[in-house]
Structure formats: structure tokens, C-alpha cells
């Protein structure tokens, strides 16, 4: 099986969640070519062929001029699987690749299990497993779902590959979002609210234990949805990615686009009713309790 990797860049940098891409060629035990539009001021630690187009002349973030270009890979490489990441670049090019290609596209791939592509359904609640009945795949890969086993290494062999931004769609320039409440990543201790607080009001309790730590609050997405804590705070793949010292999750259960964006904390607790929540996967300590009764007891105890 061979699959074609599509690298990925934005301002200048190559962006982490290439090396995942890496990581689901290497589970799936296939041939890995890459294909980016970058630069070769930081090219990917690779050791196989990478078929590079100058960011500069095809503009960093253009879906039509990069489907141009790797379609032209495509016809040279013959390759079986057409990888990206679950990112906006990923979700703007698959689905223009698959429809030039007739083939099939899955988005948000978060495992592989007896050759079926898995992707969350009902809002990451359950899991369902895609086999595509095409000749060739292009999927999406969820952030943080595959990891490289070792550090990624090697030098690529360039193949370089021209094109240019003339067409439909003019690459304009990045805007940054609104400045939130926090900056997150500056934490060294950060306790998020999950769904498991339950009501509004419960969110002081949790941010009076952050507090407590001298840390900030967090949350995940349901809590952040429901408007009780501002986007800033929200943890995970449509949110900050953190690296803590210390992460405290409260009455959150530990769903895959949480992980991605807390999983490289230095030490992880968990509070959870539920003694099989899955954040107990990740967490260095799963506390059984209810959060209500324990952080409370907590925040004094840090006081006294
Ligand atoms: C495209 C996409 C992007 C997403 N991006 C993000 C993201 O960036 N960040 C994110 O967080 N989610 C994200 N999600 C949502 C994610 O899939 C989960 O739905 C979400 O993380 C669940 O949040 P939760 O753990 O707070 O809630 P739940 O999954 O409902 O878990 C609540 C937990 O609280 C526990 N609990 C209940 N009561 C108590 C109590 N009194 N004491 C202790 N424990 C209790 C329960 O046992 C349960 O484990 C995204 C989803 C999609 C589809």
C-alpha cells in the first residue's frame, strides 16, 4: 500500500500534525511519499521523497492551486491512501481531491481497526468504522489521534515541483483571531470545567480551585457552547493546545479532541464519577468522586 502524505504549512512553519500523517502511513504499514507546498527553510524530518512547491509562488493556503499540483503527484505516484490533516487546510483540499479523483473521502479519522477507517458519529459519543469500496482513499486525520513511535528523523529526497497562484482563488494573508479573556498556553497549571459540573453556577467552584492552585480555568467544548466560560479557555482541537505542569480535569470525560489539546501535560488528575472514563487513559491520577464534593474540599485545603 502506498500512501501519499499531504505536509502542511502555515506562516513559514511546518505544522506538527505532518508527523501524524506520518504516524497513520507508518500504523497502516505503508510506502510514505510527501507532498507540500513550503518552503526549505524547515523541511520535514522525512526519510522518503518529498515533492515540495515553493509557498512563496503558489501561495501557502490555496486549495486550487495545490489540488494542481498534487493531482500531477497523484498521476506520478499512483498512490492508494491521499492523507491530510483534520485542519482547515485538510477539510478545504479532500473533499476537492476526492471529487476530481472519484474516489472516496473520510474525514476525521481517528483509528484504523481490522482495515476500516474509525471516525467519531453523534458527536464523538459513538465510534463508526468506514471501509471505502474505491480504488483510492483521501482522508483527514482528527489531531492527536496517531502518534510517530521514536522521533520522526531522516532527510527528505526533493523532488521540486512548480506551479503558480494564478486561478479562481487569491491567497490574501492570515488574520489572527480576537485576542480571548487568557492565553492559556502561558499556564503552568490550568483546571478545566467539563459537562460533569453541571450547571453555570458550578464553574465558580472549579475556577475557585484553579485559583487556589494559582493556575487558570479551563474547559472543554460543551462547557464553552453552553456560553458559561469564554472560547480562550476552551482546551483541545478547536481550542488551545496546553502543556501545563499540572492539568486538572473536572467532570470531563476525556473525549479524543480534549486529549489532543491537553495530552502533552506534565502531570494529569482527573476527577470523575465514572472510574472508566476514558480520560483515565491518559491521566496520571483518575480521582472517583464527585467534583462538586471533592473540589470544594480541595480549594480549602490549598487555603489552609
Ligand atoms: C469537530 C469537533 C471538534 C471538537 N473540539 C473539541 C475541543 O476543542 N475541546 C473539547 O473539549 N471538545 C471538543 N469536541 C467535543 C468532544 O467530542 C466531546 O463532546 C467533549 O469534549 C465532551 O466534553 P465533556 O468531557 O465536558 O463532556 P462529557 O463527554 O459529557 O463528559 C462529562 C463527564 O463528566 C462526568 N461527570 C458527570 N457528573 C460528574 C460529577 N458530579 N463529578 C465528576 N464527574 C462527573 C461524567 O462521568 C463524564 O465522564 C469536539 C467535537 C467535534 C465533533
Given amino acids: ?155 527528505p529526497e526533493l523532488e521540486r515541483i512548480a506551479g503558480s497562484a494564478a486561478g479562481d482563488v487569491e491567497f490574501a494573508g492570515y488574520e489572527a483571531a480576537e485576542k480571548g479573556e487568557v492565553d492559556l498556553t502561558r499556564a503552568e497549571v490550568i483546571v478545566s470545567a467539563g459537562r460533569g459540573v453541571g450547571k453555570p453556577e458550578n464553574v465558580d467552584v472549579i475556577a475557585g480551585l484553579a485559583r487556589a492552585f494559582g493556575g487558570e480555568l479551563g474547559a472543554s467544548r460543551p462547557v464553552v457552547d453552553a456560553g458559561w466560560v469564554d472560547h480562550s479557555r476552551q482546551v483541545g482541537t478547536t481550542g488551545q493546545t496546553v502543556a501545563p505542569k499540572l492539568y486538572v480535569a473536572c467532570g470531563i470525560s476525556g473525549a479524543i479532541q480534549h486529549l489532543a489539546g491537553m495530552k502533552k501535560s506534565g502531570f494529569v488528575v482527573a476527577i470523575n464519577k465514572d472510574k472508566d472514563a476514558p480520560i483515565g487513559e491518559v491521566a496520571d491520577v483518575l480521582v472517583v468522586a464527585d467534583v462538586l464534593q471533592l473540589a470544594p474540599a480541595l480549594t480549602a485545603a490549598l487555603q489552609g
Fill in 1 to 155: 500500500m502506498k500512501a501519499l502524505i499531504v505536509g502542511e504549512y502555515r506562516q513559514g512553519r511546518l505544522q506538527a500534525g505532518t508527523y501524524e500523517t506520518l504516524a497513520f502511513a507508518q500504523q497502516l504499514g505503508a510506502e510514505a511519499v510527501m507532498f507540500a507546498v513550503g518552503s526549505d527553510a524547515e523541511l520535514p524530518r522525512f526519510a522518503g521523497r518529498l515533492y515540495l512547491a515553493d509557498a512563496a509562488a503558489c501561495g501557502e493556503y490555496n486549495p486550487a492551486v495545490h489540488k494542481a499540483l498534487l493531482l500531477e503527484v497523484i498521476a506520478r505516484e499512483n498512490p492508494d491512501l491521499i492523507v491530510l490533516c483534520h485542519s482547515s487546510y485538510g477539510w478545504d483540499l479532500a473533499p476537492r481531491l476526492a471529487l476530481a479523483l472519484k474516489a472516496a473521502q473520510v474525514s476525521e479519522v481517528v483509528d484504523v481497526e481490522e482495515g476500516a477507517f474509525v471516525v467519531p458519529a453523534c458527536n464523538a459519543k459513538l465510534r463508526r468504522r468506514i471501509r471505502p469500496q474505491s480504488a483510492r482513499t483521501v482522508v483527514t486525520l482528527q489531531a492527536g489521534a496517531f502518534g510517530l513511535t521514536g522521533e520522526p528523523a531522516g532527510s
